[in-house]
Each structure stands twice: as structure tokens, then as C-alpha cells.
């Protein structure tokens, strides 16, 4: 078997790259801008993840700042990636996606900046803070938009209302509700909303992995897993069938995208199965349960 690397084609790859990076791909000083963004981003949080900042004892975060600080810098690189609609240009970014990326920054770093006064008053923001969450809520719902899609988008809306709502629901899962102040309270104040413990395994954990795993993808370890899945089961009755799914894992455990996924293992073994007699077989779906 050849070790020589496939190549999706270019529709695929724009394909991956609106999952993934966005689909923009600005070149000139902004796309300078955000590549260096993006690689002090990284930096960032290898520091973060190393025992560098106790050994020096310079730059220790905790929890939470280190939290709103990944927050900050994801919205802002969020809107700056990922366009607002289709039809939006790919080339350059519109003048009114830097203001959202600059706002949402500074709402998402919000607990960074102001960690020290938002301690000393917990459940009693004041009129800056509810501010804040408000517009902090509404422009990680848009980034979720466009990054994610918009059913994620409706459901975490739906949870939102829920929160308000509540009392108004079926006897199962209804409670007595809360206030809007409250909700934007709990869901951007605290450590329990927005900050909690997902955020926190992103920030300290997933971060890494990705990036790692983007390393070794680029790297040619993608590629790497789909030779050896045929090297062990290309051979056998059903290999088609076997080297998807067992390449499928491979590449998913380094790559973390099942768009990636697809297009790297999907373009050569879906083709291969045709050929072998497998019926019904469409892009993606092996890949996709695999992930």
C-alpha cells in the first residue's frame, strides 16, 4: 500500500474549514492578525496547563480567570473567523464583525477584569454587571450561531426560557422560576452558568488535546492511522467496512472533528466499499457514529 497522503479536493476542504477554522481565509495584516492571536492563544494556554507560571511565579490564574480569559479570546477569534451569514465575503472581515469581536471580549473577560469587585458582592450585581451579561449572553449565542449552527443556538434559547419560565411548565419538570436579573446573574456572574464546569474542562483540558491533535493531523498521523488500518484488515473479508471504522477511531482520536474525519478516512474508504458491494452507503455516516 502506498503511503502517499490523499488529498481531499478543494470543495472538501472549504468544507472543513468552515467547521472548523471558519471558512475565512483573510490574508494581509488582518490575517496576520489573527494567526498571531491565535498562536498567543495557544501559548497562553500551554502556560496555563504547565507548571511553568508556579515555578516562576508569574502569570497564575485561577479557575475562573483563567476561564474568562479562554472565553474572551474564543468569542473574539469566533467573530472574526466565522462570517454572519453565507453569503458574507471570505476574504476580508466586515467592519461591524470587529465591533462584535472586540465587545465580546471584553464581556467574556469580564471576570478577569473586574474579579476582585464582582467577589465582594456575590447574588448582588449591580446595573454595569447585568449590562454586561446581557450582551455577553446575546453575542455567545450569535457566535454559537455561526461556529455551531443554528439548532444549538434555539436549544440553549430553550434552556434559557426554561430558567424564566419554569413555573409555567408541566408539573414534572416545572419550579418556581427566576427573574431575568437573576438568570443573567447565575449564568454570567457566577461559576455555575456560562463559567462552570464546561468551560472549565475546555480551558484546561480539550484545548490542549485539540491543538495537539491538529499538530499531529498536519503532521500526517491521519493518514498514518488509515495505512495501518489497511495494512491490518484490508486484507480480510468485510475490509472495507473494517478499515472505515477502525481508521474512523483512529483519526478521531487525534483530530477531534468529525467533519475532519469524514472528508480525511470518508473520500477513501466509502469509494472502496461501493466497490466492494456494500449498499447504501453515504459520506460520512460511519465516520459520523464513529465520532
Not at 465580546?104 to 454595569?128: H, I, K
Not at 455577553?136 to 439548532?151: D, H, K, N, Q, S
Request: proline content about 4%.
Amino acid at each position: 500500500m502506498s503511503a502517499e497522503p490523499i488529498k481531499p479536493s478543494e470543495e472538501l476542504q472549504q468544507i472543513v474549514a468552515e467547521s472548523d477554522t471558519g471558512g475565512r481565509k483573510v490574508e494581509g495584516p488582518v490575517g496576520a492578525f489573527i494567526f498571531w492571536v491565535a498562536v498567543a492563544w495557544s501559548l497562553f494556554q500551554l502556560w496555563y496547563a504547565s507548571p511553568l507560571p508556579f515555578v516562576f511565579g508569574f502569570g497564575i490564574l485561577n479557575d475562573t480567570e483563567a476561564r474568562s480569559l479562554h472565553l474572551g479570546i474564543g468569542l473574539f477569534l469566533g467573530f472574526l473567523c466565522y462570517p454572519a451569514l453565507k453569503r458574507s465575503s471570505r476574504k476580508s472581515v466586515a467592519w461591524y464583525d470587529w465591533i462584535l469581536a472586540v465587545v465580546a471580549a471584553f464581556c467574556g473577560a469580564y471576570f478577569l477584569f473586574f474579579y476582585a469587585q464582582l467577589a465582594t458582592r456575590p447574588g448582588q450585581p449591580n446595573l454595569q454587571d447585568i449590562i454586561i451579561a446581557t450582551i455577553g449572553i446575546v453575542l455567545l449565542l450569535e457566535a454559537t450561531r455561526r461556529a455551531v449552527g443554528l439548532p444549538m443556538t434555539i436549544l440553549a434559547i430553550l434552556f434559557l426560557a426554561y430558567i424564566m419560565f419554569g413555573k409555567y411548565m408541566p408539573d414534572v419538570i416545572a419550579h418556581k422560576g427566576a427573574s431575568l436579573e437573576r438568570m443573567l446573574s447565575h449564568q454570567w456572574l457566577t461559576t455555575e452558568g456560562v463559567y462552570g464546569v464546561a468551560l472549565g474542562v475546555s480551558s484546561s483540558f480539550i484545548f490542549i488535546y485539540v491543538l495537539f491533535g491538529a499538530l499531529l493531523d498536519r503532521a500526517g498521523a491521519g493518514n498514518y492511522m488509515m495505512q495501518v488500518s489497511m495494512a491490518f484488515l484490508g486484507h480480510l473479508r468485510g475490509g472495507p467496512a473494517k478499515v472505515a471504522v477502525v481508521s474512523s477511531g483512529l483519526n478521531g482520536l487525534i483530530s477531534g472533528s468529525s467533519v475532519s474525519n469524514v472528508v480525511s478516512g470518508g473520500i477513501f474508504t466509502i469509494p472502496l466499499m461501493k466497490k466492494a458491494g456494500y449498499g447504501g452507503v453515504k459520506a460520512g455516516a460511519i465516520e459520523t457514529c464513529i465520532m
